[in-house]
């Protein structure tokens, strides 16, 4: 079973350039979710996609934004790249949001703002 | 509220040696409890988890965690560690929704020779 896969390995932009970064569920699984996970700060919860909608995000600016496609694959969008979002950016799957239900993360995918 | 602590920042040890990480949690119901483990510039692994049942849990490469409810932690075990096992080992506490899942600072360790 193939697990959750995320393109590209690595993107280098500069400041003010837009980044889309790509993320494939495990089959079956309904839920993504995005993590931002920058040096020494742990992985910090963007976004959560399920069944197309988006449902909860975390405490990030509103330039920080995705969307679910009906294949239940994702994309977070990042705009006016500052900075400080040079990190790893991870993308972790599940089978819905039922109680317990266990994430499965990508390799994830390193943006690095110069 | 929920939350994760995982008080060893760092931890070093010695390969063939004995390894324990702690985890403690708050959370008012049972809470279901996930170790991962993330090499440099990976994704996170699945280590194991736990629901419900036996309090021990046996995971992969070895590792097993003990759900200690009286103390509120889920401390991870390995009895012998190997180089390959130098990583970050983070701790997770979810209940209703994958997306409320909380993840401990983790702890990285360092194994040496």
């Known amino acids: 079973e193939a697990g959750v896969t995320q393109s590209p390995t690595h993107l280098i932009k500069t400041r003010g350039q837009q980044a889309t970064l790509r993320c494939s569920p495990i089959?079956?699984?309904?839920?993504v979710y995005w993590y931002q996970q920058a040096l020494g700060l742990g992985l910090q919860f963007l976004l959560w996609?399920?069944?197309?909608?988006?449902?909860n995000r975390g405490n990030f600016p509103p330039r920080f934004s995705g969307r679910q496609f009906p294949n239940y694959s994702s994309e977070l969008n990042v705009n006016a790249l500052e900075l400080e979002d040079s990190a790893l950016y991870l993308c972790?799957?599940?089978?819905?949001?039922?109680?317990?239900?266990?994430?499965?993360f990508g390799p994830g995918t390193r943006l690095t703002v110069l | 509220a929920q939350s994760v602590t995982q008080p060893d920042i760092h931890i070093t040890v010695s390969e063939g040696a004995s390894l324990e990480l702690r985890c403690n949690y708050s959370?008012?119901?049972?809470?279901?409890l996930f170790w991962y483990v993330q090499s440099p510039g990976q994704g996170l692994q699945l280590l194991l988890k736990?629901?419900?049942?036996?309090?021990l849990v046996q995971g992969i490469k070895g590792f097993e965690a003990e759900f200690k409810r009286s103390q509120s932690s889920f401390n991870l075990r390995k009895p012998s560690v190997h180089w390959s096992d130098a990583a970050e080992y983070f701790c997770?506490?979810?209940?209703?929704?994958?997306?409320?899942?909380?993840f401990g600072a983790g702890t990285r360790l360092f194994v040496k020779a």
């Open positions: 996609y399920d069944e197309g909608e988006e449902r």
């Open positions: 959370y008012g119901a049972t809470p279901y």
């Open positions: 089959s079956g699984h309904t839920s």
């Open positions: 736990y629901f419900s049942g036996d309090t």
């Open positions: 972790a799957s599940s089978f819905g949001d039922r109680e317990g239900a266990t994430q499965y």
């Open positions: 997770a506490v979810g209940n209703t929704g994958g997306f409320k899942t909380i």
